[in-house]
């Protein structure tokens, strides 16, 4: 049960603000992985601080995650952007991380799972008032 008065209704009424918080956050965290896999900042993949080999499957990666990631921090396409990229982190899962065990704190899969589902979400809740989609929608 909600009520209409005090701290509960002010803070509920940050809802859609926080929907907003967590898309630019999440993805400025996602941007830096792709950022490392193909300009090696701020820093490289792996002790030799390398790039992805242009075209394969780490390099397409690295593509979604730093341009992917680049539309939802502004929140330009978000919903069919954090579907694609919710199947990306759905894909690396079980591509790499489940056949290390089930439990997602022991394969290193939590950030993969993280990613995916909160994506997920926003590719269901959209991304809030402070985004460029709400921007259009208003015009």
């Known amino acids: 049960m909600t009520s209409k008065f ?3 209704a002010k803070w509920q009424s940050w ?3 926080l929907l907003s918080a ?3 956050i999440t993805a400025f965290c996602f941007m830096q992985h792709g950022m490392m896999k ?3 900042f ?3 993949m792996g002790p030799e601080n390398s790039t992805a080999v242009m075209w394969t499957q780490i390099w397409f990666a690295g593509v979604f995650e730093a341009f ?3 539309l939802m921090l502004l929140g330009l396409f978000t919903r069919p952007v ?3 990229l919710s199947g990306e982190m759905a894909v690396t899962y079980f591509q790499f991380h489940a056949s290390r065990g089930f439990w997602p704190a022991m394969n290193g899969g939590e950030v993969a799972v993280l990613f995916c589902f909160i994506w997920l979400f926003i ?3 959209g991304g809030g008032p402070l985004s460029v989609d709400a921007m259009l929608k208003k015009k």
């Open 42 to 44: 701020p820093k490289g």
């Open 15 to 17: 809802t859609p603000y």
């Open 123 to 125: 590719s269901a809740a």
């Open 22 to 24: 967590l898309r630019i």
């Open 6 to 8: 005090g701290a509960t």
């Open 82 to 84: 954090a579907f694609l």
């Open 38 to 40: 193909l300009f090696a």
């Open 68 to 70: 992917g990631g680049g």
